[in-house]
């Protein structure tokens, strides 16, 4: 039976896992729906392509992680054997994957810091006053969605980076615990981490093609050398978002290498089965008790 904890991590990862498949399929409706409009081989299609296919993995990813994180078959060879806890064989190698754990949260965020300093310097940008307030004047909130679509790509890094260290932060103690639900949840935040991996890699492809693009822009017209040297900076603080991915993508893969274990091991198999239920000795039955307090007699004897 799951403890309260094992409850609440299986709650969360249904919880991301939908949020995962809706967003592909809304990002799919729009990809699809700018694609449609589209024509020529330029970069805004480049980009529409680029979405259309995040939208796709996030799709595919969220659905898989939203069916194994609700199905309550056994699936797994952990789930299928059951084992007392008393032969419970030592973590062994888990204690590999254990540090990993601890250690690639860490890492990440110390090989991130210009990563999120550039957040930290946008979030203050944003929260500049009457900012949203002259957005919003005379309709002209339109201007804030080249703003949206330029924070999207950063974005799934920064939802990469969070959920790299939730995963940490809820698995770690399923492992220590040798919890039977380890195994799954561990294939449901790989699934998960893979989506967003992916679409980090690709939302860098289509940041690179729009800053290019600016760039030949800026390069291009008449305005004056001020505003292009601004407009320069702003364009090379953004190239963040593409040297931010081999990072994400590395830490992505480790943690896919353990997958045949997880599945094949047989270490995993038995540190993670179902727990036995403990034999209860039944006490002994009234013939029982008769038989070895007066146990029969031999033949021929008379006493």
């Known amino acids: 039976m799951d403890t309260m904890p094992e409850r609440l991590i299986a709650w969360l990862l249904r919880s991301a896992s939908r949020a995962v498949l809706f967003a592909g399929f809304a990002m799919l409706v729009a990809g699809g729906a700018t694609f449609g409009m589209l024509s020529g081989d330029g970069v805004p299609h480049a980009i529409a392509v680029i979405l259309l296919q995040i939208g796709a993995d996030f799709a595919l990813t969220g ?25 419970r064989p030592p973590l062994g190698w888990l204690m590999m994957l254990a540090a990993i754990l601890v250690a690639a949260p860490v890492w990440l965020v110390f090989t991130l810091q210009p990563f999120l300093a550039e957040w ?20 002209s909130g339109v201007v804030v969605i080249p703003l949206a679509a330029a924070l999207t790509p950063p974005f799934f890094e920064l939802a990469m980076l969070v959920g790299v260290a939730v995963t940490s932060a809820t698995l770690l ?33 289509a940041a690179t093609l729009a800053s290019d693009a600016l760039r030949q822009l800026v390069n291009s017209t008449s305005a004056n050398a001020q505003e292009a040297a601004i407009l320069r900076q702003a364009l090379e603080r953004y190239a963040i978002v593409g040297s931010t991915v081999p990072p994400l993508l590395l830490t992505g893969f480790i943690y896919v290498l353990f997958v045949p274990a997880i599945v094949t091991s047989t270490r995993v198999r038995l540190t993670f089965a179902q727990r ?18 007066n146990p029969p007699r031999f033949p021929g004897v008379g006493f």
């Open 63 to 87: 659905a898989a992680a939203t069916w194994l994180s609700q199905s309550r078959a056994a699936l797994l060879p952990n789930e299928l054997a059951t084992v007392a806890d008393s032969q």
């Open 120 to 139: 930290r310097y946008v979030l203050g940008l944003l929260e500049t006053p009457g900012l949203w307030d002259n957005a919003n004047a005379n309709m």
């Open 173 to 205: 103690p399923l492992l220590m615990a040798r919890s039977p639900r380890f195994p799954r949840f561990y294939l449901v935040c790989v699934m998960l981490l893979s989506g967003l991996a992916f679409a980090s890699m690709r939302g860098a492809e």
């Open 276 to 293: 036995q239920p403990p034999s209860v000795s039944t006490p002994a039955a009234a013939s029982d008790v008769a038989a070895i307090t």
